[in-house]
């Protein structure tokens, strides 16, 4: 069953609509993601879950009891909800201990035990217990929060870009260190990010959100490889999108006849690859000859990177594209690894891996 | 190969000797100017030993002193922390909340800065004619007062991370809760600041005193010493007030304590949420109505009844031109002087930190904190004693002004050159002008606005000061502010009026820059 449910959530700022209608289920124990560019209305959303603020419109409910709708709002601090916070917000008058224990009772039984237990589970030294929050690390104070918002056993954690403040490196490690932390703890947990590569691997479910709305909501798989649209597929990664014609599961394209992920017949639609589907294998102008639906091109441009290295690649051999005069012959842009790279001038064949997604 | 590295090494000395140079003339000029901000504090130590143990045992250990101390002491305990709760609540509703009319409430608690306190005073006194006592001190007090806390309070009240507070709301927090238990604390240091100024302000007060007829080792040394002229006696009390003062500086220490909260973090701080009081903005409207009719309206009223009543004979435009002349000259010059002498404590502790600039800066933190009734009788003694013909002159007074105002420039204009990059002065350097004149093609350049807001600032309290002024200004000096208390002493208070209206005048509009500077401080 869902432990947190959304509906019809709006709220406006003077003529501004940060939230337009938003309904979300999210189920005990799962971990959801919102993602979106900024100023979608992500973090207002999170702020009305957590309690700071009153939608204008809609309901919030928690395992069944309404926190929020028409008839009034149980405020933040009897919600019992985790947060933690951009940048953490630690309290800068306070140590590091009475920061986790700030949610605790002052006379609770074995405080101290659970503190640093708390901060054990977060991986802080306790060394660092005593210090104040401006004398720790980005990465530390993180943690800091998150053990401060465990302190209060929440079924429900929201994250507003926690990750964002830290470096690459630490980033990815601190994402995987805190979804494996609070799936372990059962908490169900909210994450909201300007980051897809971070919602598509730290979520169960993600919802790409634009303009207060929720474009799509889904597992990260369907999410990357059956976006509902043009914006929703770019905002989670590359693509590749071409006009076709579809038809009995298959769409004659630039890339000639390829496999589609639909049945219907369709003069004019869509599609969508994305750049990874696309396998380019080295030839020669001699090696070219063969069955007419093989598909050749050539490298125009080539940027080496370490690890990927660019590779743009012209087609020479298209074979009847339906509006072709429209798109004219752009080079198709794909990204290969970097060791064995074709250079500028080769000639590959071009083969499809998988079946193309086509838009609705 | 020699050659070469005995050449560069005499280059590298030849650089290290001019970097060096403008800090160490610069040093000296600041190490010169608090050394002669000490002068008071010498003065009563000298004055101590001279007098010998047995006198000095005699004049301070007798009733008159313990009645004094138990005076100012009631004084302090009342007033101090009367303002801090009220401005505390001013500032909430007028930062915090969706009072109608926040920001004309936030300047109307101001604005009672532009009225000198014995103007104040004045007012109660005219309008209410029995009032007198403790009760009355400290209630005038805490009027002319409370906008020193509520300056500071409003401007960290604003700073505040709401991010704070929403976190300590979903960790179950009710809103009073989150109120103790995180705004507060992170008050403390302008409480500590606030409270000081107004505990300083209260020893050093004298005019406010006087007509309320409640005595403290202010009015009592200015009595001393208007009886006796220069005696011991007059000298024991300062040295108690000086006491006094200090024993304030270090309880605002220890409460102060070495932490500072910075904010912790990054990420672009969201704008302040203001609580919804619903139906608790009437009453609320009603405790600011409350605090300006007392505070602004009482002295409005009551130096409009009066130059009404006066109609007008009262403005003897002669007399009031030559005093308005004579306060606006002693006013800037006495700006001029005091910023003057700032910039080199100011640039120190700006570009060159360290145990030097930090005890010249401790050191004129205490002298900041000397009243002018014992400058004033410091001054007095050494010209009097060592150079006569410098006494009752101009240039003792602007140095008196430049002495107990020197605090309130060194702070407009740290904050000024704080923000005038080092790299320009450097460039400036570079480009081949020297030390000094680099300093004033960027530096002082750029910190022009500020050093302009702290001359003004000085020239509002020169405006407004009496203590010293009656003490030291040259025979034949009448300011608007001697001239009101001449009149107010004569029960003059029609005459006093125009003295009164003029000064409050001119004061509004400093205190407007006052206002606008602590927002802008705040990072709004």
Redesign the interface.
Known sequence: MSLLELSGLTKRYGPVAALNGIDLAVQAGSRTAIVGPSGCGKTTLLRLIAGFEAPDNGRIALDGHTLADEAGVVPAHLRGIGVVAQDGALFPHLTIADNIGFGMRKDEDKRAERISELAYIVGLDKAILKRRPHQLSGGQQQRVALARAMAMKPRLMLLDEPFSALDTGLRASMRKAVAELLEGAGITTILVTHDQAEALSFADQVAVMRDGKFSQVGTPRDLYLKPVNRMVAEFLGDAIVLPARVADGFAECQLGRIPVDENGRREVARIMLRPEQLLIKRTTRQGMSGTPDMLFGEVVESEFAGATCTVAVRLMNNSNPPDAAAIGNTPLVLKKPGTDAPAVGEIVRISVAGKAHVFG | MTSAAASGGAYRGRTLHRRRYPVRWIAACAVLVSAFALLPIVFVAVAAIQAGWSTVAALVFRPRVGDLLVNTLLLVIFAVPISALLSIALAWLTERSDLPGARLWSWLSVAPLAIPAFVHSYAWVTMVPGLHGLFAGVLISIIAYFPFLYLPLSAAMRRL?P??E??????????WR?FF??VL??L?LAICGGALLVGLHLLAEYGLYVFVRFDTFTTAIVDQFQSTFNGPAANMLAGVLVACCLALLAVEVLVRGE?R???????AARPL?RARLGWLALPCSLLLAAVTCLSLGVPFWTIGRWLVAGGSEIWRLDEIGLALGQTLFLAVVGGLLATAAAIPIAWLSIRSPGRLQRMLEGCNYVVGSLPGVVVALALVTVTVRTLPFFYQTMVTILVAYALMFLPRAIISLRASIAQAPVELERAAGSLGRSPAKALWATTIRLSAPGAAAGIALVALGIMNELTATQMLAPNGTRTLAMAFWNYSGEIDYASAAPYAAIMVAVSLPLTWLLYVQSKRMAGR
Not at chain 2, 261 to 267: K, L, Q, T
């Open positions: 991370d991010a704070l929403d976190s300590a709301a979903s960790l179950g927090l009710g809103p989150v238990r995180v604390p992170q403390r932490e909260y910075a904010r912790v973090g990054s990420g949420q």
